[in-house]
């Protein structure tokens, strides 16, 4: 019988870090819809960033996974993730260190999964890593402030549109699963959260496309008050590359759809941009 997380996070020193962006949840019930919007995971090998005390780590243990690897980059978080390693042999795996630093690939053999309460401060650079080598994934199961869940799902044209949503719906499907309040963490952060499942599309674009959509979409909404013709110009002939797209110049970036995104970025590729 494992101890209550109460207890673990008193014996372990875990009170949470404003430095690592931590927020516990606790919740088993929680914990336990989180695990079961990743399903199927039999026999899947499931990466989780951030464990902490474990909340999230048991309900994917009590599932069908054929092995978790957690990554905790807080040292005080190893002996009791440690523990619960030893109650569950063979099925837990501990990495001590930055997410932003792994290989995914090298650390889990197909199929595989990510599910993961994300640190706050390093959501967002962790999910563009996962995006460019989201063909080794079947699915990626994330929660995030719920401002930034926005932005991911957000459609063309309305306040939350930006990079980050082009950039996510380019590759994968997206949707808002599950939003949680502020009280079902400890501490309690100032904002809601939510949980964003992403599923990647079957065909995975080759990686100097993404690259060309990355460089399109940073120069788009970067400057994203002004006209395309404008905030473009650093792509060199912005105008010609408009023009072959068949798109206005005088349109702003969050009124352009993830498709004429994609063919801005293939027209920069073809002349080696």
Not at 103 to 132: F, Q
Not at 207 to 218: F, G, Y
């Amino acid at each position: 019988m494992l101890p209550p997380l109460s207890e673990v996070i008193a014996r372990h020193g875990l009170a949470a870090r404003k430095s690592l962006g931590q927020h516990f949840l606790l919740d088993a019930t929680l914990c336990a819809r989180i695990a079961a919007l990743a399903a199927p995971l039999d026999g899947r090998r499931v990466l989780e960033v951030g464990p902490g005390p474990g909340g999230l780590t048991r309900a994917l243990l009590d599932g069908p996974a054929a092995e978790v690897v957690a990554v905790e980059l807080d040292r005080r978080a190893i002996a009791a993730l440690e523990e619960l390693s030893a109650a569950h042999p063979g099925r837990l795996r501990i990495i001590e260190g930055d997410a932003l630093r792994i290989d995914a690939e090298s650390l889990l053999s197909a199929p595989r999964k990510i599910v993961a309460n994300l640190p706050y401060n390093v959501g967002t650079p962790l999910l563009i890593g996962w995006l460019r080598q989201a063909h080794l994934f079947e699915s990626l199961t994330l929660m995030f402030q719920q401002e930034v869940a926005e932005r991911i799902v957000a459609a063309p044209d309305t306040e939350h549109y930006g990079r980050l949503a082009v950039l996510s719906q380019f590759r994968c499907q997206c949707r808002m699963a599950l939003r949680l309040p502020p009280g079902a963490f400890a501490p309690p952060p100032k904002v809601w959260s939510a949980i964003v499942h992403l599923v990647p599309h079957a065909e995975a674009p080759e990686p100097a496309l993404l690259a060309a959509l990355e460089k399109v979409t940073a120069a788009a909404f970067g400057q994203r008050r002004k006209m395309l013709r404008s905030s473009l110009k650093s792509l060199g002939e912005a105008e010609a590359l408009l023009r072959q797209a068949g798109l206005d110049g005088t349109r702003r970036a969050e009124t352009l759809s993830v498709a004429e995104f994609e063919t801005l970025a293939r027209l920069l590729l073809a002349r080696g941009g």
